[in-house]
C-alpha cells in the first residue's frame, strides 16, 4: 500500500472529506500503525469545532485507535512489525518537562494528542510515538479495543486512582460512550454501583451492564437519593452538563469526591459550604498514560468488560460522527477501515 485514505476537516465546524494521501514514512522514535478501527470520542467533536488550543486545520482527528504496528523508525525497540498496539489520548510525551521528570506524563507540557499534534486515527494508518503506544491482548478484538483506549482508560483509571474501596458506593453520572463504560468497571471493581441518566430508555441496559441502582434524574432529586443509599464514596461524572454534574455533589458521602472526567466549558455550580461541610473534594480526571491504556486493555479482557459499539466505515465517518452527535448511539460509534 503506497498511498491511504484519511478522513480530513478543512476548517473548523467543516464537513469530513475522504483525502487520498502518501503512506507517510516513520521518522527516529516513531512507528507507522495500520489502523483497524478508530472510535469517535465526543471530544473529537470538541477537536472539529475548533475549541481546542493550538488546532490547526485541515486535520485528522481520532484518539481512540486499534490496529498493528506497520513499520519502525530507528531508534525504536520492543515494537516489531505485525505487534497489536492502541494508541489513545496520550498520543507522547517530551520526557523533559518537570512533569515528565516526576513520572506525571499525562500531565506532560507537551502532550501530543492524536489529531491535534498529529494526524490521528480516522485514517488507514498514522504515525505515531512509540511511547504513546499500548499493547493488545489477543483476547481483544480492534473493535472492542479502539473505544478502550480512551472512554475505558479514563473511566478505569479514574476509579482506580480515587481511593475507593470494593463495596463502597459509586455512581456514574451519565450513561453515554463513557459512562457505560465506568459503569462496567465500578461493577466488576466490587463498587456498589449506581448509574444516574435522564429518563428510564436506559435503565435496563444500566442494569445488564452492572449497576444495581438507577436514578432518573429527571424524575428524583438524584443528591437525596444518593443520601438514602448512605452516600456517593465516588461520583464518576463523565456527562457533559454541568448542571447535572453539579445536582450530584450533595449526594456525596462525607470525604467524598466528585470525579470530573466529562469534557464541557460550562462552569459548576458548586459553592464552598458543598464542600466544606463533608470535607467534599472536586477532581478532574484525564485519561492516562501508555502503560495504563495497557493495564485498562489487559484488565478488561480478563474481566470480560467490552464496549458496546455500532460500526461504520471509514467513508461513512460523517453520518457516524452525526450519530454520535445525536447521542442515538448505542453507546460508541467505532470507524472501521478493513485492514
Do not use: W
Given at each position: 500500500?503506497?498511498?491511504?485514505?484519511?478522513?480530513?476537516?478543512?476548517?473548523?465546524?467543516?464537513?469530513?472529506?475522504?483525502?487520498?494521501?502518501?503512506?507517510?514514512?516513520?521518522?527516529?522514535?516513531?512507528?507507522?500503525?495500520?489502523?483497524?478501527?478508530?472510535?469517535?470520542?465526543?471530544?473529537?467533536?470538541?477537536?472539529?469545532?475548533?475549541?481546542?488550543?493550538?488546532?490547526?486545520?485541515?486535520?485528522?482527528?481520532?484518539?481512540?485507535?486499534?490496529?498493528?504496528?506497520?513499520?519502525?523508525?530507528?531508534?525504536?525497540?520492543?515494537w516489531p512489525v505485525g505487534t497489536r498496539v492502541g494508541v489513545g489520548w496520550f498520543g507522547g510525551c517530551c520526557q523533559r518537562c518537570p512533569s515528565c521528570r516526576a513520572g506525571d506524563f499525562i500531565n506532560c507540557a507537551q502532550l501530543?494528542?492524536?489529531?491535534?499534534?498529529?494526524?490521528?486515527?480516522?485514517?488507514?494508518?498514522?504515525?505515531?510515538?512509540?511511547?504513546?503506544?499500548?499493547?493488545?491482548?489477543?483476547?481483544?478484538?480492534?473493535?472492542?479495543?479502539?473505544?478502550?483506549?480512551?472512554?475505558?482508560?479514563?473511566?478505569?483509571?479514574?476509579?482506580?486512582?480515587?481511593?475507593?474501596?470494593?463495596?463502597?458506593?459509586?455512581?456514574?453520572?451519565?450513561?453515554?460512550?463513557?459512562?457505560?463504560?465506568?459503569?462496567?468497571?465500578?461493577?466488576?471493581?466490587?463498587?456498589?454501583?449506581?448509574?444516574?441518566?435522564?429518563?428510564?430508555?436506559?435503565?435496563?441496559?444500566?442494569?445488564?451492564?452492572?449497576?444495581?441502582?438507577?436514578?432518573?434524574?429527571?424524575?428524583?432529586?438524584?443528591?437525596?437519593?444518593?443520601?438514602?443509599?448512605?452516600?456517593?464514596?465516588?461520583?464518576?461524572?463523565?456527562?457533559?452538563?454541568?448542571?447535572?454534574?453539579?445536582?450530584?455533589?450533595?449526594?456525596?458521602?462525607?470525604?467524598?469526591?466528585?470525579?470530573?472526567?466529562?469534557?464541557?466549558?460550562?462552569?459548576?455550580?458548586?459553592?464552598?459550604?458543598?464542600?466544606?461541610?463533608?470535607?467534599?473534594?472536586?477532581?478532574?480526571?484525564?485519561?492516562?498514560?501508555?502503560?495504563?491504556?495497557?493495564?485498562?486493555?489487559?484488565?478488561?479482557?480478563?474481566?470480560?468488560?467490552?464496549?458496546?459499539?455500532?460500526?461504520?466505515?471509514?467513508?461513512?465517518?460523517?453520518?457516524?460522527?452525526?450519530?454520535?452527535?445525536?447521542?442515538?448511539?448505542?453507546?460508541?460509534?467505532?470507524?472501521?477501515?478493513?485492514?
Open positions: 500500500m503506497s498511498s491511504m485514505r484519511a478522513a480530513q476537516v478543512g476548517a473548523a465546524g467543516g464537513p469530513f472529506e475522504i483525502v487520498k494521501q502518501e503512506l507517510p514514512e516513520p521518522g527516529p522514535g516513531q512507528v507507522r500503525v495500520l489502523v483497524e478501527a478508530c472510535g469517535i470520542c465526543h471530544t473529537d467533536a470538541v477537536l472539529v469545532d475548533g475549541y481546542l488550543p493550538g488546532a490547526a486545520f485541515p486535520l485528522v482527528p481520532g484518539h481512540e485507535v486499534a490496529g498493528r504496528v506497520d513499520a519502525v523508525g530507528a531508534g525504536v525497540d520492543g501530543q494528542v492524536p489529531g491535534l499534534a498529529y494526524p490521528g486515527g480516522f485514517a488507514d494508518a498514522m504515525l505515531v510515538p512509540a511511547n504513546a503506544l499500548a499493547a493488545i491482548p489477543d483476547g481483544l478484538s480492534a473493535v472492542d479495543a479502539a473505544p478502550l483506549m480512551c472512554a475505558g482508560a479514563t473511566t478505569f483509571n479514574a476509579l482506580r486512582a480515587s481511593g475507593v474501596q470494593p463495596g463502597e458506593l459509586v455512581a456514574v453520572q451519565g450513561l453515554g460512550g463513557v459512562g457505560h463504560m465506568g459503569v462496567q468497571y465500578a461493577a466488576r471493581m466490587g463498587f456498589e454501583t449506581v448509574a444516574i441518566a435522564r429518563g428510564t430508555a436506559k435503565e435496563q441496559a444500566a442494569r445488564d451492564l452492572g449497576a444495581r441502582h438507577y436514578i432518573d434524574s429527571t424524575a428524583e432529586d438524584v443528591a437525596a437519593r444518593l443520601r438514602e443509599l448512605g452516600g456517593a464514596r465516588v461520583v464518576l461524572a463523565t456527562g457533559t452538563e454541568s448542571p447535572a454534574i453539579s445536582a450530584c455533589v450533595d449526594g456525596l458521602a462525607p470525604r467524598g469526591h466528585l470525579v470530573v472526567i466529562g469534557a464541557s466549558a460550562q462552569p459548576l455550580s458548586i459553592n464552598p459550604l458543598q464542600l466544606i461541610f463533608g470535607s467534599h473534594t472536586v477532581v478532574g480526571h484525564a485519561s492516562g498514560t501508555a502503560r495504563q491504556s495497557e493495564q485498562t486493555l489487559a484488565f478488561s479482557a480478563q474481566a470480560g468488560i467490552r464496549p458496546v459499539v455500532e460500526t461504520a466505515s471509514l467513508e461513512d465517518v460523517e453520518s457516524a460522527f452525526a450519530r454520535m452527535r445525536s447521542g442515538e448511539a448505542r453507546f460508541r460509534m467505532v470507524l472501521t477501515t478493513g485492514n
